[in-house]
């Protein structure tokens, strides 16, 4: 693993972890939707997003979450991950959001981008 990816993966881990420790252990209901995108088709593909998100999925599992897994989603489908998310989301005591794959800020406002992304203006 090169240094920059498990660097990302402890920043990732220390800013996942203190929320997950931090809530009790009497919490009846945890969910997270953890989405990897690493296969891009109209933008350099990453290499680790999809590891990253399998691995934090394992340990948020191990600590007691429901996951919703989402590996290279194209549009349809990241969309489909983010409705079941908000349909379980209400009956949670505990969601977390983990995304790696790439992202942009226009205006202001945050994207995540799914897999077939086409990028032509702002």
Do not use: W
Not at 33 to 43: C, E, F, M, T
Not at 84 to 101: C, I, K, M, N, R
């Amino acid at each position: 693993m090169p240094d920059h990816t498990l660097a990302r993966l402890i920043f990732g881990l220390a800013l996942i972890c203190p929320l997950v420790l931090s809530v009790p252990a009497t919490a009846q209901k945890r969910v997270a939707l953890v989405i990897g995108n690493s296969a891009y088709v109209n933008a350099t593909a990453l290499a680790n997003p999809a590891n990253d998100a399998t691995d934090i999925g394992e340990a948020l599992k191990e600590a007691g979450f429901d996951i919703i897994l989402g590996l290279n989603l194209d549009k349809r489908a990241f969309d489909a991950k983010v409705r079941e998310f908000s349909h379980v989301l209400p009956q949670a005591d505990t969601g977390v959001l983990f995304y790696a794959g790439h992202g942009l800020q226009v205006s202001g406002r945050n994207h995540l981008l799914p897999v077939d992304a086409r990028l032509q203006t702002e």
